[in-house]
Structure formats: structure tokens, C-alpha cells
């Protein structure tokens, strides 16, 4: 019903920024929070950051908190990750999730996942 497609991903040196996107197409009147995880190999999905698509109210995992930022644009169906002072743990596929409550934090809470996208962080 959901479609979601992530991109902006890549290799950035250590101190660097990137911004991701997600695209959100097909029944996106059901959407009430959309938001952003990483995972690692070997590791469990991690929380990074959500938005809550009426109203923009956002939380953050206490590891990005300040550097990274969470925003989205209603018109265009997409949200944004703005990810700051990159360090090599940020290291991690992407992955952008909808759902229908109220900015859940954990994987199972979200109904809707893209693809993923790579991000890599050099020292």
C-alpha cells in the first residue's frame, strides 16, 4: 500500500555530512510517523530518528542527537535526514519506515520499510 524508496547514501571521510531522502509513494494519507534506522553486520536495527508527518514532532537516539536532524516536506511526500559531523560508527545500511503510531522506536512499531541505503564514514 506504501512504497518507500531511499537515497543519498555514499562514502563521506570522517567530520563530513550527507543527506539522505525518502520518497514515500501509493496510500500515504495512512502515514503518521515516518522515520530512520541503521543497521550494521552483526548487529541488531538501531533507532536513529522520527518525524511525526502533521504537527513535526521529532525524537532522536541519544547517539545523533545534534548532529543529525530529521525533517520532512508534506507537499512532496518525502522526509530528509540531515546527518552531521559523520563519525566511522555511523557506519550502517539506512532504511527509512512509515507507520501508523505516534514515533514509535522500535522496528516492529512501523508497518512500511524502503530498500536501504548505504552509508560508509572513513577515518
Known amino acids: 500500500q506504501v512504497q518507500l524508496v531511499e537515497s543519498g547514501g555514499g562514502l563521506v571521510q570522517a567530520g563530513g555530512s550527507l543527506r539522505l531522502s525518502c520518497a514515500a509513494s501509493?496510500?500515504?494519507?495512512?502515514?503518521?510517523?515516518m522515520g530512520w534506522f541503521r543497521q550494521s553486520p552483526g548487529k541488531e536495527r538501531e533507532f536513529v530518528a522520527a518525524i511525526k508527518w502533521n504537527g513535526g514532532d521529532t525524537v532522536y537516539a541519544d547517539s545523533v542527537k545534534g548532529p543529525f536532524v530529521i525533517s520532512r516536506d508534506n507537499a512532496k511526500n518525502t522526509m530528509y535526514l540531515q546527518a552531521n559531523s559523520l563519525k566511522p560508527e555511523d557506519t550502517a545500511v539506512y532504511y527509512c519506515a512509515a507507520g501508523r503510531a505516534i514515533l514509535p522506536t522500535t522496528p516492529g512499531e512501523y508497518r512500511y520499510w524502503g530498500q536501504g541505503t548505504q552509508v560508509t564514514v572513513s577515518s
Open positions: 501509493g496510500r500515504t494519507f495512512s502515514i503518521i510517523t
